[in-house]
């Protein structure tokens, strides 16, 4: 299980993508990082009203609501906030 997400700044999400950062493409309003719990599985969250907000201080950065609840058609195995890069497991 993975307990921090670095943030990675981006033009285009990358196809192969690393455990435990953040990548955060303000171009296409959309952050995307490798679920916490290492299956390995993408996690999508996009930016904007009514589904995810991101917010930045610094180097950090808090992604709400949290991440598990609204996966696709099956209930989700995980769920965690983040919060100043920090997963905060529920």
């Known amino acids: 299980m993975i307990n921090e997400l670095s943030p990675f700044y981006c033009e285009e999400i ?3 993508k690393a455990t435990g950062v953040l990548y955060i493409c303000k171009k296409y309003k959309t952050a995307v990082h490798l679920c916490a719990c290492g299956c390995g599985v993408d996690v ?3 930016i904007k009203e009514g ?3 991101l917010t930045e ?14 996966m696709g058609e ?5 769920h965690y906030l983040i ?5 905060e497991w529920c």
């Open 14 to 16: 990358p196809k192969d």
């Open 44 to 46: 999508v969250t996009p």
């Open 51 to 53: 589904e995810w907000t």
């Open 57 to 70: 201080n610094d180097d950090n950065v808090t992604l709400r609501p949290s991440i598990g609840n609204f």
């Open 74 to 78: 099956n209930p989700y195995h995980a």
């Open 83 to 87: 919060t100043d890069n920090k997963v």
